[in-house]
Every structure is written in C-alpha cells, then in structure tokens.
C-alpha cells in the first residue's frame, strides 16, 4: 500500500469522511437553534412577591426560573476549587438574593464561614508538602493525596 496515488486517495477519502461528519453536525446544531428560538430570552427572574405564596409554585408553559422556585435546590452547595495544595476548595456565598429565609441564610453563611478555613491547607502542611517534592517526589504526590482525602473526608 505504499506510493504517492494511494496515499493521496486514502487522503482524499478521510476529508470526504470528515466534511461528511461536519456537515451532519452543522445540520444537527441549525436543527437545535430553531427550536430554542420559541423559548423565552429571560430564563431568570426575581422574586416578585412580597410574602411566600407564590413559592414553588410552576406551570407546564412557564420555563422561567424563579426565585420562589429555587428554594427546592438550597440543599446544593458548590465547591470551587481542585482540593490541592495550590487551589483548595472554597464554598462561595454568593446565590439567589431571596433563595433562603433571613435565619437559613444566617445559617448557611455562618457554615461557610465555619467550613471555608477548614478546607484551606495550613501553611505547615505546604511547607511539608513542599519539602518532601524538593527532597523526595514520589513519597509527596502520596503525602498530597493523603492531604486530599482527608479535607474530602471534611465533607
């Protein structure tokens, strides 16, 4: 199978392949955005009411997200952050302004103020991990993993 002629028409068969895919995927996302043309621009809107009435309450034509619809999800909590010693986890405080009542949001932020220091590495366990990779480097990618599920096991 060697020589320039096959070579060029094993070429020219993959570009045919691969125009082939791309258009079929072209067509595919074209599909897709005409149908998400009927749905509305906002998808967020905030809390309207004054007291909880309207809490949770949705209907099938009404795609929006909500305030009042959120309090469902307060059970989520990001991590951001890689859990390593150069970028630990952190729990942001920053959600929905009316997800949480006044003393569940005090609760929450008191949490993350709790749990936030916690997760960060302590300066004795960098300098540690950062001594073992100058003098032995295999003994520390075990020590980092050790760190690691420990600040997991924290959760």
């Known amino acids: ?11 020219l068969m993959f570009l045919v392949i691969s125009l082939a ?4 995927l072209s067509y595919r996302t074209d ?5 998400l043309k009927n749905y509305p621009e906002t998808l967020y809107e905030i809390w309207e009411e004054e007291d909880e009435r309207g ?3 949705i209907s099938e034509h009404d795609m929006s997200l909500r305030d009042q619809n959120v309090w469902s999800h307060t ?3 990001y991590l951001i952050g890689f859990n390593s010693i150069r970028y630990p986890w952190f729990i942001p405080k920053d959600f929905p302004r009316d997800a949480l009542k006044k003393p569940d949001r005090e609760k929450f932020l008191k949490f993350i103020d709790d749990i936030n220091p916690k997760l960060a590495f302590a300066s004795w366990e960098r300098i540690t991990f950062f001594l073992l990779n100058v003098l032995y480097p295999p003994i520390s990618k075990q020590y980092h993993m050790w760190l690691r599920k420990r600040k ?4």
């Open 21 to 24: 895919i791309f258009m079929a």
């Open 31 to 35: 599909i897709m955005r005409q149908k």
């Open 55 to 57: 809490r949770g309450k």
């Open 75 to 77: 059970h989520r909590m």
């Open 1 to 11: 199978m060697g020589g320039v002629i096959p070579f060029f028409g094993l070429m």
């Open 152 to 155: 997991f096991g924290l959760l």
